[in-house]
């Protein structure tokens, strides 16, 4: 009998001679989301294979019953926990209302906030002011809100101030030295608004997905590019 031994290979791990792609599930609750999201992946993690789920019905319903309802964030639990029974190697919530329900999910696997990485990656680039740009005042009203309160939780000196722009324009850099976009649709505009103003530009899905690449490759799952 040969002495030579076969290692184990556990079923769902990657077989030696071939690259694993991780699913990643981006659970959004507009379509809007789904693009920037697919391209944060792509350039920042682009061993993962990407799942969209989408309930359109999220915001609307949020809306209708005045924010986020334990109703409702039951409601994302079961989507995730979907996600992660469909093979979900991390999860991505891109609308930042159910932000709460990522921080506080026990899924087995990395479940991230539409914008918590952002936040993290603006606040460990030393800032001095950072410019949070929307597109309509409740956006810009919710993220601000929810920036400061980082910025507090994280005991840094750091100024939030924020401006709504209109499709197409520039906003004013208003003396920052780095720019928050508070929405996914509009990271792809984060090249061309950092080129125009000079300044670092921190986007959800950019850093959602350096986010979830690093936790998944930590938790011992293999990636290759």
Known sequence: MSGTTTPHVRPDSPSP???????????SATPAATGPAVAGLADAFPAAEPWNLLDDALL????????????LADRMRRL???????????VLLTCSLYGPVAEGADAGVPVLSADGAAFAAALAGGHRRVL??????AALDDSLTRFRAAVAAAHRPTEAVGQVVAPGQLPDSA??????????????RADELSAALGLPVHTGPHAAAQALRARVELGGVPCSE
Do not use: H, K, M
């Open 17 to 27: 001679d071939s690259a694993f792609r991780p699913r990643i599930a981006l659970i």
């Open 80 to 90: 995730i926990a979907y996600a992660v029974a469909g093979g979900a190697r991390g």
């Open 175 to 188: 003396g920052a030295d780095a720019v928050l976009l508070a929405q996914y649709s509009l990271a792809p």
């Open 60 to 71: 609307a319903d949020a809306t209708a019953q005045g924010g986020l309802t334990p109703a």
């Open 132 to 137: 949070v740009v929307a597109s309509f005042e």
